[in-house]
């Protein structure tokens, strides 16, 4: 593990859960579970294989203080902040480059700043599998064993055996509609795709000037002096499109370890404590209710004789709405947007 370099992907808005999350506070920097924020537990949850001095996060300029304040172990050249977001495959170019700078030997762990691992243990174990089969030159994606018909994530039809535990990606699958979920589970060679991925930082930046030399070539001139200037002009890419779905040095590791990439406020019901028919944080009252999620950001949530809805109080706003339409919290931040009401934002 002396090698392995993390790089923990803050930048996203989590519109999903607003009013608790805004442009300088997204998602991942809000303490949902009592835990810390999502990316201090992200952090805390991979330094036993890699140290503070090894790991980058790659944010937007808005959030670059306030992510160095929460990670005040980091040093400060560490938390690399783009101008403007570009999706995921400049993102990682980026941190790539510069961590080669520094080991060119590097093995990287690529993880989303915003996503919940209950078996903190068993995933430290798959991880270090999976970078140590990543050091043997492949790029290795995490896949989740599906427990339900999903359709909100994508999936990973897993190939042939390359090793103990290490199988082929056959293909990605987008997001399905139900039936085809239901034949996904039913199949079992199907996996949720949880968006981490271990690669030697060699092999990414090899694999990125094949499939995306433009952008490359582009991204090797980008400097402290220019990157406001020229961080724009790059193509915006994910990662899966851009090498993924491409490259023939992808392979899978699937782990089950509790993951949720908690994408709305209806997933942190899935997390309420055993017993409980509710998720409560923060300073709340419930009467003769039921299957609510409770969330209280200041000030009181004080409900009696209500059930399967969640309730989102903050100083400024207040979020009410069925449980399962908690996704469309982001047609709220849509509508302040459009209403000019960016103090609220």
């Given amino acids: 593990m002396a090698k392995l370099w993390s790089v923990i992907m803050a930048g ?3 519109s999903r859960f607003w009013p608790a999350s805004r442009a300088a506070r997204p998602k991942q920097m809000l303490d949902l579970f009592g835990q810390g924020s999502m990316l201090r537990m992200t952090y805390e949850r991979v330094l036993p294989l890699a140290s503070a001095d090894r790991q980058v996060v790659v944010t937007g300029s808005i959030l670059g203080d306030a992510i160095r304040a929460e990670l005040p172990e980091l040093p400060a050249d560490q938390v690399l902040c783009e101008p403007c977001g570009r999706n995921t495959a400049p993102a990682i170019a980026w941190a790539a480059l510069e961590i080669a700078r ?32 990543a050091a043997e030159g492949s790029i290795v994606t995490l896949g989740i064993p599906p427990s339900r018909p999903e359709t909100g994530y994508g999936y990973i039809k897993r190939g042939e055996a390359r090793g103990e535990g290490v199988y082929a990606v056959d293909a990605f699958k987008e997001k399905p509609d139900r039936p085809t979920a239901l034949t996904y589970l039913a199949d079992g060679g199907y996996y949720w795709n949880a ?6 930082a ?13 952008l490359m070539k582009l991204l090797d001139t980008v400097s402290a002096d220019n990157i406001e ?27 089950d370890f509790g993951w949720s990439d ?25 009467i003769d209710g039921s299957g609510n999620v409770l969330f209280a950001d200041g000030g009181t949530v004080a409900a009696i004789g209500v059930h399967d809805l969640v309730v989102v109080h903050t100083p400024d706003a207040t979020f009410v709405c069925p449980r399962e339409e ?13 209403d000019g009401k960016k103090e609220l934002l």
């Fill in 12 to 14: 996203g808005v989590g």
């Fill in 102 to 133: 520094r080991d060119p030997d590097a093995v990287l762990m690529v993880l989303p700043a915003d996503q919940f691992i209950a078996d903190v243990p068993r995933y430290q174990e798959v991880a270090a599998h999976a970078a140590r089969a």
């Fill in 195 to 200: 968006g981490m991925f271990f690669m030697p």
């Fill in 202 to 214: 060699a092999l990414i930046l090899e694999e990125l000037r094949r499939f995306e030399p433009e």
């Fill in 229 to 255: 200037t020229l961080y724009p002009q790059l193509k915006k890419i994910s990662i899966d499109y851009a090498v993924m779905e491409r490259t023939e040095r992808i392979a899978v590791i699937t782990g």
């Fill in 262 to 286: 908690v994408g709305s406020w209806r997933s942190l019901w899935d997390h309420r404590p055993a017993k409980q028919t509710t998720f409560q944080s923060g300073d709340v009252i419930e």
């Fill in 326 to 338: 908690a996704q469309r919290a982001r047609e709220i931040v849509d509508a302040l947007t459009k």
